[in-house]
């Protein structure tokens, strides 16, 4: 018989929308409404973001990341009590840095049975990210959603530029883009260079030392799709890498804020977009990752008291994958 879920519990609060700060607490655990598809989860393990602390004021933080067990829900769920499930949450309900969270059901996927908890967190906001790059907003395969057969043949010998390649996202667009048989160039550090290559990237430039600008200035190196990850100097210096005709996406910011003056190409595209979670989407890559074709991969595991720390690791911009907080730790 399981236990009574408790009236309070543990969790991490941002005290206003203007604070960069996070308070340790004591929370009141919530309360679902089946009727609006929600379900009560008991948090395992959950991942932040980088930057959502500055995230506009009505998306409250943190940790949009989740995995745990169903604790209830509609009658009708296909997530019913025991059930294991991860998530990207929607940024416009509390984050999930506490021991019960609210999911429903078109957001939340069946945890995969090959994953640990810990594991397991560091996929859905990267995972999902990446997957809308590739079969929606890039555009590639059209102007409506792909399917897993349109998007290949649209994708296959296309030339792509990664930045941040071994960040959460760019990780996962590394292996995507790579299954899908385009032909994956990656920006990182000088220690993150091999894990890259073990993601399907053909090139790997070392940001420290490759002028990326310089790097384009050979014809041959251009690509036909920049998908940027960090935004800013990286995302200016992106744009001399993509031949005309092609599509500049970035996540970070709209990549016009940033196209260089002198930039002379003609008839690129440019995108930006803020991932939205679906269902159907998580689920295709929980199969994925089952069948071992993709992977996450997580930097670092601290218990929930220890989130100064975690925060300072993720915003110092050099975590490899995944910051995981495990609320088993420190009880």
């Not at 509390?94 to 994953?115: M, Q, S």
């Not at 409506?144 to 349109?150: G, I, P, Q």
């Not at 993150?192 to 490759?210: F, P």
């Amino acid at each position: 018989m399981s236990s009574p879920t408790p009236a309070k519990m543990r969790g991490i609060i941002q005290p206003n929308a203007n604070s960069k700060d996070l308070s340790f607490t004591t929370l009141t655990t919530p309360t679902i409404n089946p009727s609006l598809g929600e379900h009560l989860i008991h948090v395992k393990t959950c991942a932040p973001c980088a930057g959502e602390l500055l995230w506009p004021k009505n998306f409250p933080p943190p940790n949009p990341h989740v995995a745990g067990v169903i604790i209830s829900g509609p009658k009708d769920s296909p997530f019913q009590p025991g059930d294991e499930v991860y998530a990207r949450t929607n940024y416009v309900r509390p984050g999930n840095a506490r021991e019960f969270t609210i999911g429903v059901t078109d957001e939340l996927a069946h945890k995969p049975k090959t994953l640990s908890w810990v594991a397991a967190a560091a996929v859905p906001v990267s995972a999902e990210t990446a997957w809308q790059i590739l079969f929606i907003h890039a555009g590639i395969a059209g102007d409506a959603e792909a399917d897993w057969s349109a998007a290949q043949d649209a994708w296959k010998g296309k030339r792509v530029l990664v930045t941040a390649a071994s960040g959460g996202v760019g990780m996962w667009v590394v292996q995507l883009a790579t299954l899908l048989g385009a032909e994956v160039v990656g920006t990182c550090g000088t220690a993150n260079i091999a894990l890259v290559q073990s993601l399907g990237a053909k090139e790997v430039l070392d940001y420290r030392s490759t002028n990326i600008r310089e790097w384009a200035e050979d014809p041959t190196k251009k690509v036909d799709v920049v998908i940027d990850c960090i935004g800013r100097q990286s995302l200016e210096d992106a744009w001399w890498t993509v031949r005309d005709g092609g599509v500049v996406l970035s996540i970070f910011q709209p990549p016009k804020q940033v196209c260089p003056a002198e930039y002379t190409g003609t008839g690129v595209k440019d995108v930006f977009f803020v991932m939205e979670p679906v269902r159907r989407h998580l689920e295709s890559i929980t199969k994925l990752v089952e069948l071992g074709t993709c992977r996450g991969v997580v930097d670092s595991v601290w218990p929930l008291e220890q989130y100064e720390e975690a925060f300072k690791r993720l915003d110092g911009g050099h975590a490899r994958g995944k910051i995981v907080f495990d609320l088993s730790l420190n009880q």
